[in-house]
């Protein structure tokens, strides 16, 4: 039906930088809400940062100043830039949209989630 697929997660130093992409497909007549959310061993699911249809971005702060959450030009895909990464930003990521399957009607979806890994 809708398929969230995240890439671009992985081993990275203190300090460094990645970037996450998350696509949507299937049965979409648009996505309002798109958002990255993570979680680390032995802790809650958290919000890192959401993106509107229209351009409005959210951030957890703790990340603000060093993410940047942002959508492709067709809106069915987001992206998180990481920068400045820490020991505490591992975990593992997904993604989430609210897809509109039907006029008026719309759905969560998340990813299978993505490994963030930040150590020396």
């Known amino acids: 039906q809708v398929q969230l697929v995240e890439s671009g997660g992985g081993l990275v130093q203190p300090g460094g930088s990645l970037k996450l992409s998350c696509a949507a497909s299937g049965s979409i007549l648009s996505i309002n809400l798109m958002g990255w959310y993570r979680q680390a061993p032995g802790k809650e699911r958290e919000l890192v940062a959401t993106v509107s249809s229209g351009g409005t971005t959210k951030y957890a702060d703790s990340v603000k100043g060093r993410f940047t959450i942002s959508r492709g030009s067709a809106k069915k895909t987001v992206y998180l830039q990481m920068n400045s990464l820490k020991p505490e930003d591992t975990a593992l990521y997904y993604c989430?949209?609210?897809?509109?399957?039907?006029?008026?009607?719309?759905?969560?979806?998340w990813g299978q989630g993505t490994l963030v890994t930040v150590s020396s």
């Open positions: 989430k949209a609210d897809v509109e399957i039907m006029t008026g009607r719309y759905l969560a979806f």
